[in-house]
């Protein structure tokens, strides 16, 4: 939902930014990040679909997936977080 996506989008991009979570390369990865743009709202930006045929479910889960380990780890993730999709 938007609700949930907002701020798992907002906590990758900002570990983005600060080099704390990086992409090793897969290549289902890259392209379901590049089906990808971000949608403005009053309440945040959250990313969906360019173009409703292309697939951007990897890109959901590892945004999702980073929220979650974050949420749930004792401390801060450190620099250099990688993620890697099976293909």
Known sequence: TRQRMIPACRMCYE????GVLVHDGSEALSRHLRNCVTKAT???????K???TRKIDAAV???M????????????????VFFAVSP
């Open 42 to 48: 009053a309440e945040g930006d959250y990313i969906v």
């Open 50 to 52: 360019e173009v409703k």
């Open 61 to 63: 889960a590892a945004v």
């Open 65 to 80: 997936a980073f929220q979650q380990a974050v949420l749930l780890a004792d401390e801060p993730p450190a620099p250099g």
């Open 15 to 18: 570990a983005v930014l600060e």
